[in-house]
């Protein structure tokens, strides 16, 4: 398998190593921020930049807590450049970027 895209040592720290905990976390994260990408790739789509922030502001914690250092700045552009309404070439070039990343992510942490 490919290097991990993601590092859960921000997760082990606040749960104090209780692996259940981690893993409600880990089952949380699949359950909830898939819809979530997807959403925000249809408020892109429709150009409903308002929607768009507010959806890049909820799934940037998931992306820290997760470790997922190769988007961290990525997810933090897209939600200024929504909030500024800016559906431009950056923007959907770092959306791509954190589709990419977050669904290697996805898939890794089903395996692990």
Request: glycine residues 6%.
């Amino acid at each position: 398998m490919a290097d991990r895209v993601y590092d859960l040592i921000q997760l082990e720290e606040l749960s104090g190593g209780d692996q259940d905990f981690i893993n409600m976390m880990v089952d949380t994260f699949l359950e909830h921020t898939p819809g979530q990408l997807e959403e925000l790739i249809k408020a892109q789509a429709s150009n409903d930049m308002v929607t768009f922030g507010a959806i890049s502001h909820k799934i940037k914690p998931n992306i820290d807590m997760f470790g997922i250092k190769k988007i961290i700045q990525d997810i933090r552009d897209l939600e200024q450049l929504g909030k500024a309404g800016q559906n431009n070439s950056e923007l959907q070039t770092k959306l791509a970027n954190v589709k990419a990343e977050l669904t290697i992510a996805f898939e890794q942490l089903r395996q692990r």
